[in-house]
């Protein structure tokens, strides 16, 4: 059972859900124990100063996807691809990209791989790599590395999508780790932009999914097998509504990303990580 073999998945998405849903999370996630802990000064003058020089409400903005680009998105597990940015590739494929996805783990569950197959069917996409790391137990280490650094050499992509640092699952939260690193020694041969699904981002860039919204719905609904566990199609529209209502009204579907400066790699996994373990 997957929700056994990842018990926090479930308050995760629990909570996920309850903050679209006018709940309070607090209900859904216990509080920490009230121990008395000696207090650290804090100084936020600078942090204060900087913050006055940013715009107000920052809005994310499109990202231009030319013909026939290549572009390489990581998949921790079959069905990330989808329910994170399957309505960017409908566009991407509308606008004859070469897709080529990257399955980090092997699924344990029978039927899921199939499934996964199916769906990139539909998708029109069929170059694939396998990294056949276990389920719940990626490992972030020299072979891993190795694979990702030879797809990428292999494929040349124009843009790399993967999971964020930030993101509530252990395994891609790893993935991404490694896919930084390799990315950063190889120079940045690539744009790279985190896609959010657990955990929303602090965005910058969007696709417009608004004609292609029927078809993600249709083929979310490809992956029965996730759904015994989580309801993943209200996960996925929660978070299309929120992301409706807060960026802009440039486009009324939209998936949403963030964009990974070159020149900042390890203060975003820095802070991603500090941020993460608050989770635990």
Same mark, same amino acid.
């Given at each position: 059972n997957y929700a056994q073999r990842w018990p926090t998945t479930k308050s995760i998405a629990k909570? +996920?859900?309850a903050c679209y849903q006018g709940d309070f999370v607090i209900k859904l996630l216990p509080l920490p124990q009230n121990k008395k802990t000696e207090a650290t000064s804090v100084n936020v003058d600078h942090? #204060?100063?900087?913050?006055?020089?940013?715009?107000?409400?920052p809005m994310p903005t499109p990202l231009p996807i030319e013909e026939k680009s290549r572009v390489l998105i990581f998949a921790p597990h079959p069905d990330d691809e989808t329910f994170s940015m399957g309505g960017a590739?409908?566009?991407?494929q509308s606008k004859q990209c070469k897709i080529s996805i990257v399955l980090a783990t092997k699924p344990q569950e029978? #039927? /899921?791989?199939?499934?996964?197959?199916?769906?990139?069917?539909?998708y029109g996409v069929h170059v694939i790599y +396998?990294?056949?790391e276990k389920d719940g137990q990626y490992q972030n280490n020299d072979n891993s590395r190795l694979s990702i650094r030879q797809i990428i050499e292999k494929s040349r992509p124009k843009i790399i999508f993967t999971p964020s640092v930030l993101d509530g699952h252990r395994d891609h939260m790893l993935a991404s780790l490694s896919i930084l690193q390799v990315w950063s020694e190889m120079h940045c041969p690539s744009l790279l932009f985190f896609y959010e699904f657990w955990q929303p981002l602090p965005v910058t860039h969007f696709i417009d999914i608004t004609e292609h919204k029927d078809r993600k719905i249709g083929i979310i609904k490809k992956y029965n097998i996730?759904?015994?566990?989580?309801? +993943?199609?209200t996960i996925c529209h929660?978070?299309?509504a929120f /992301? /409706?209502?807060?960026? #802009?009204?440039?486009?009324?579907?939209?998936?949403?990303?963030?964009f990974v400066d070159p020149r900042g790699v390890q203060d975003i996994i820095n802070s991603c990580i500090r941020l993460r373990r608050i989770m635990r």
């Open positions: 909570a +996920y859900l942090w #204060g100063h900087e913050l006055q020089q940013l715009d107000l409400h590739i409908f566009e991407m029978e #039927g /899921r791989i199939e499934e996964f197959h199916a769906v990139l069917k539909e +396998y990294l056949d996730p759904e015994k566990h989580l309801n +993943y199609q929660s978070l299309q /992301r /409706r209502e807060t960026t #802009g009204k440039e486009a009324a579907d939209k998936e949403c990303f963030m």
